[in-house]
Every structure is written in C-alpha cells, then in structure tokens.
C-alpha cells in the first residue's frame, strides 16, 4: 500500500522538475497580455478619433462658409450681368441699387454697419474694397512664444529614452512650423540658434547631431525632419552651413537610411541647401549628381515629394560648371533621364526638368551626344502637347541645342560670382508635418505643452530686427530656369 504513494509522488517530483510548470495557466497569462495591450491601443485611437473629430468640424465650418459665400456671389453676379444688360437698352443704375449690392458683397467680411457707412457710389471704392479683401491678412500683435531651457532640453535629447527625444525634436519642430512668419517665427529661430540647439558648434562625441544616427527609425526620423524645417529658412540653412559633417551626414542617411520618410526630409533639406553656392560646390565635389541620375532613372518607384526635389536638386546641382562637367562623365544617361522625366504625369517638375537640360546644353560634348540620340525630335513631340509655357521653355532649349557659339569663358565663369543672397528665401512647406509616427498616449504631454511644462526658461525672447526684405531676381517666365529655386518657393511664386 506504501509503495503507491510513494511512486505517485516520485513521478509529481519529476514532472515538476522536468516542465518548470507555473502555478498561473498559460491562456490566462496570454488574455492578460493581449489585454493590456489592447487597452493602450484603444487610448490612443480614441485620442486619435478626438482629434480627427476636432479638425473635422473646424473643416465643415471653414465648407459651410465657403458654401454660403459661393451661393452669395453666384447671387450677386447673376444680378450685376442683369443690371449690365439693363444699361445696355439704356435704363440707369442707381447710386442705391449700388449700395445695396455692396452691402450684400461685404456683409461677411465687415459689420452690417461698417458696410452701410462706406459710400460705394464714388467710383472704384466697391472694387478697392474687393481686391483687399482677398489680401492676406496681416497678424498683428501675435505673442512671442515663452523662452526655453535649452540646456535641459539639450542634455534630454542626449540622454533620454527614445521616446521622450521623438516628441521633443517633434515638439521644437511644431514650434518652428506652426509659429507665424515674421517677428514670431524668426524670434524661435533665432532663440535655437543662439542656443546651438543642433550642437553644429559642439566637439562633444555625443551631441544632438548624432540623432541622425540614432538606432531608433523614429529619432532618426524626426530629427530629419527637424533638420528639414530648419534648412527651410535662410537663416537656418545659414547656421546648419557652418559644420561640414552636417552635409556629409545627410549625404550619407540619403544613400544608407531606408525610411521614406526620413530619406525624404534629408533630400529636402539638401535641396534647400543647394540655394547656397558653397553648399553646392561640395555636393557636386561628393558625387551627388550620379546618386540623383541613378534614382531617376525610375521615377515612377519615387514619392511625389521624393521626384520633385531630386529633380529641383539637379537643375540646381547642374547651374554650376562644375555641375555640367560632371553630367558631361555620363551625358549620354542624363540625357536619356531628362528626357524621359519630360513625359513624367507630374507636371511640378517640368519647370526643372527644362532649366536642367538648358544649363547642361551649354557643353559641347553634351550638345554632341543630344543630337546623336536625335534630341530635337523628342523635344519637338513634346511641344505638340505642351502648354504655352512649356512649348516657349522647349523652344530655348532647341535654340540652346542648337547654338554653336559657346565661348570657353562661359563654361567657369559662373564659378566665380559671390554669394548669392537674392534666391535665399524661406519656404515652410505643409510636408514637414504629414504621416506623424508618434501620438500621445492618455496623460502623457507632447507638442508645445511639453516643452512649456518640462522646459520653461528664464524670459529671454526680444524681438528681432527684421531682416531686409529680398529682392527678387526677375526673369522672363518663357525662359529655363537659370538660379537655384526649391519646389515650394517656386511654386509659392518665386522667381
């Protein structure tokens, strides 16, 4: 009788030796787990939804008033033709059916009052009005936003965990694009560059640059982004110029980092670094112009934001002699590239695509190689189907093709002029802020609330002394471009 009990607890001893079996069931571990997780998803898609829901009813609001005042124009136009054709059988408008018409134009935009005391009758008074109402409008007094600790922040953004330096390179980002331009906006500018906040002047082995390198996607992720917003504004492109390693560090996220994203923002600050002639002269000297080609060579596999800077890129890499004697080493697959992107359904590029191949057809051996390949009659299908602009752009490039003066004086001559200050403008364009990785979880602080919660500083902000503003070089619009532009300047309506 003894030895069964014995046996049984024998064989319990060894079961419990051999499995390491816990006293809590596996499945109840597992619904424990994917539970948790469960509940921190849910917070922050509910924050998600909050969120969306808010910028949903600013935008029904923002649609509904656009509806009103569409239906109220329709309205008023409808009557101005009637009263015109009127004046036509000879019936006069009266200074009252003016008036009222008026008062029904600026009813949205000024006090009923207002619109009823101006005397629409006086001759180009109703039009003024009009044209400056659709002139921006001027934000006068905006606050300067509260000064910082940059050295708190600084050693954070060494030190902290990965998930703190993401939503505080995210928070100093927002500061730069969502301050308003002028005083506001240079005034934060000017307080991280006081500050050295990206330790461009630092020769610690650990600073705030080393981000880019980070083993975090998400770190290095944002501060590209940070750096994008930054080469944004002359200023900024200014302070970044000053360390080398800056540009050989996004050279090099450029060819090794596989996030779009990050690759995206590191394009787009070197492209807004190639408005600065230096700058150029060392991306030319580091062989970027192959490194473009050979992306272009499939542009259909690239971002919209990805193509449009490579392109704009280039043509500003191949302004330079320098930049045109390198396209000279491949002339016959540069060639092949920009003649293909002629044809490419994103019509932004087109304006870079042109200026490009005008500044490269200013080679001989370039020149030779384009009319082997039989390049004026790709241009020429191409102005079949062009628009006006284009048609005139393609017509120069022809005429550059073509042209067989081309003194050896032109081909280094652009070398040798200064700096040019004119074409450094500021562009903030709304991609620095798309596809946000990050969200905060319930309680936990990001943006502008984290850093005047976390960071506040002694009150240093003063306002800045505006800088002079810059004059725009003017050229003929039928012509290639011929000076360094960004998309967004460019499409912003700069020169």
């Given amino acids: ?209 080393q981000l880019l390198h980070s083993k975090s996607e998400v770190v290095r992720q944002y501060m590209a982004r940070l750096v994008n917003a930054f080469a944004s504004l002359a200023e900024g492109r200014l302070y970044l110029a000053q360390n080398k390693k800056v540009l050989w560090m996004l050279e090099g996220r450029l060819k090794e980092d596989k996030d779009v994203i990050t690759r995206e923002n590191v394009l787009g600050a070197l492209q807004k670094f190639s408005l600065r002639r230096p700058l150029q002269t060392a991306m030319i000297q580091d062989g970027l112009i192959f490194w473009l080609i050979d992306i272009l060579k499939d542009p259909d596999c690239l971002s919209d934001y990805t193509l449009e800077y490579s392109v704009a890129l280039l043509m500003n890499l191949c302004l330079r002699s320098a930049g045109k004697n390198m396209c000279a080493k491949v002339a016959g697959l540069v060639l092949k590239v920009l003649s293909d992107l002629l044809g490419h359904e994103n019509h932004e590029i087109q304006p870079y695509v042109n200026g490009a191949l005008y500044s490269i057809l200013s080679i001989p051996s370039i020149q030779e190689e384009a009319r082997a390949m039989g390049m004026e009659d790709i241009l020429r299908c191409f102005i079949k189907e062009g628009n006006a602009e284009m048609i005139r752009q393609i017509e120069f490039i022809i005429k550059q093709l073509n042209s067989e003066e081309l003194p050896d004086a032109v081909l280094e001559s652009d070398d040798d002029e200064e700096e040019d200050d004119e074409e450094d403008h500021d562009t903030m364009e709304a991609d620095l802020d798309k596809d946000e990785l990050i969200q905060p979880q319930l309680g936990e602080l990001s943006g502008e609330k984290l850093l005047t919660t976390e960071y506040l500083g002694i009150m240093t902000n003063t306002g800045k002394v505006r800088r002079k503003g810059l004059v725009s070089v003017q050229w003929s619009v039928d012509e290639p471009l011929r000076r360094p532009v960004t998309p967004g300047g460019h499409r912003n309506g700069y020169p």
């Fill in 1 to 209: 009788d003894s030895w069964t009990p014995e046996l049984k607890l024998k064989l319990e001893k060894f079961l419990a030796l051999i499995f390491k079996a816990s006293n809590t069931p596996k499945l109840l571990t597992i619904y424990k787990e994917n539970g948790q997780s469960n509940k921190e998803m849910l917070q922050q898609l509910h924050q998600q939804l909050v969120e969306a829901e808010r910028r949903s009813m600013t935008y029904l609001r923002r649609y509904n008033k656009i509806q009103a005042d569409y239906h109220n124009l329709i309205g008023v136009t409808a009557e101005l033709v009637d009263s015109l054709e009127a004046t036509v059988s000879g019936k006069m408008i009266t200074p009252e059916y003016l008036q009222s018409v008026c008062v029904r134009l600026f009813s949205n935009q000024m006090r009923q009052s207002l619109a009823h005391s101006v005397d629409f009758t006086r001759p180009g008074t109703a039009s003024t009005m009009l044209r400056a109402s659709l002139a921006p409008v001027r934000l006068k007094d905006v606050p300067l936003l509260p000064s910082l600790d940059y050295e708190k922040l600084k050693k954070d953004l060494i030190w902290g965990s990965d998930r703190l330096k993401a939503f505080l390179l995210q928070a100093l980002r927002w500061r730069l694009t969502t301050s308003h331009p002028g005083e506001q906006r240079e005034t934060v500018l000017q307080a991280y560059i006081s500050n050295d906040l990206l330790d461009c002047h630092s020769h610690n082995q650990r600073n705030v640059l």
